[in-house]
T-cell receptor, first 113, second 111 residues
Framework: GAGVSQTPSNKVTEKGKYVELRCDPI?????LYWYRQSLGQGPEFLIY????????DSGLPNDRFFAVRPEGSVSTLKIQRTERGDSAVYLCASSLLSEDTQYFGPGTRLTVL | QKEVEQDPGPLSVPEGAIVSLNCTYSNSAFQYFMWYRQYSRKGPELLMY????GNKEDGRFTAQVDKSSKYISLFIRDSQPSDSATYLCAMGSGGSYIPTFGRGTSLIVHP
C-alpha cells in the first residue's frame, strides 16, 4: 500500500513569507509526527498528533510554527514569517498506534532565501 | 553535551567488510533503542528495535545494547554497496513515543 507522502517535495521561499507543508499519513494510522532535520543532523521532534489533537507540541521552536490535523488524517505544518534558519528538511511520520513503529515520508526540503 | 552522540563519519569500507556503527548516550531513562537507515533524499527507515541489553540479530544486521556503559552498536555483516546510506541511532524512555536521534553516521561501501 501507499506509504507516507509529503508535498511539496521542495519549497523555496523568501524570508518573511508564509509556507504550508502537507503530510498524508498511511491510511488508518492514528498517530502522526512532524520532525525537522537540518543538514548533517538527526531528525528533531516538533509535534505529535493522536487523532485530531496535538498530544505533544513541545518541540515547536516558537509561535511562528503551527500544525493542524482537522480530520485525523492529513496534517499541515504552517510556518509564518519564515527565517533563513528555518531551512531544513521537514519530515512527517505516522504509526498505527502511538506505541507502534513510525513510518517516515520522504520529507519536504524547505529553503528560505 | 548532547543526549545522544554519534560520529558523523564518513565511514568507508570495501564490499564484504563487517561494519560497526556506534552511539553513546547520557540519559539513564532511555529504555528502547532503534537503528534507522536513511538514503539520500529519503526518509529514515527502521532497521532494528530493541528494548533490552544484549544482542538482537536480523539477517546481516545485529544490534547490541550495553545499558551499563550507555553504548549501542549496529553491526552489518557482508556489507554491500546498497548498504551505503546514513545510519541513525534513536532511543527513548518508557512511556514516551518520541525518540531522540543521533546525528547519523554516513556509510560508504565501495565495490
Amino acid at each position: 500500500g501507499a506509504g507516507v507522502s509529503q508535498t511539496p517535495s521542495n519549497k523555496v521561499t523568501e524570508k518573511g513569507k508564509y509556507v504550508e507543508l502537507r503530510c498524508d499519513p498511511i491510511s488508518g494510522h492514528t498517530a502522526l509526527y512532524w520532525y525537522r532535520q537540518s543538514l548533517g543532523q538527526g531528525p528533531e521532534f516538533l509535534i505529535y498528533f493522536q487523532g485530531t489533537g496535538a498530544a505533544d507540541d513541545s518541540g515547536l521552536p516558537n509561535d511562528r510554527f503551527f500544525a493542524v490535523r482537522p480530520e485525523g488524517s492529513v496534517s499541515t505544518l504552517k510556518i509564518q514569517r519564515t527565517e533563513r534558519g528555518d531551512s531544513a528538511v521537514y519530515l512527517c511520520a505516522s504509526s498505527l498506534l502511538s506505541e507502534d513503529t513510525q513510518y517516515f515520508g520522504p520529507g519536504t526540503r524547505l529553503t528560505v532565501l | 553535551q548532547k543526549e545522544v552522540e554519534q560520529d558523523p563519519g564518513p565511514l568507508s569500507v570495501p564490499e564484504g567488510a563487517i561494519v560497526s556503527l556506534n552511539c553513546t548516550y547520557s540519559n539513564s531513562a532511555f529504555q528502547y533503542f532503534m537503528w534507522y537507515r536513511q538514503y539520500s533524499r529519503k526518509g529514515p527507515e527502521l532497521l532494528m528495535y530493541t528494548y533490552s541489553s544484549g544482542n538482537k540479530e536480523d539477517g546481516r544486521f545485529t544490534a547490541q545494547v550495553d545499558k551499563s556503559s550507555k553504548y549501542i552498536s549496529l553491526f552489518i555483516r557482508d556489507s554491500q554497496p546498497s548498504d551505503s546510506a546514513t545510519y541513525l541511532c534513536a532511543m527513548g524512555s518508557g512511556g514516551s513515543y518520541i525518540p531522540t536521534f543521533g546525528r547519523g553516521t554516513s556509510l560508504i561501501v565501495h565495490p
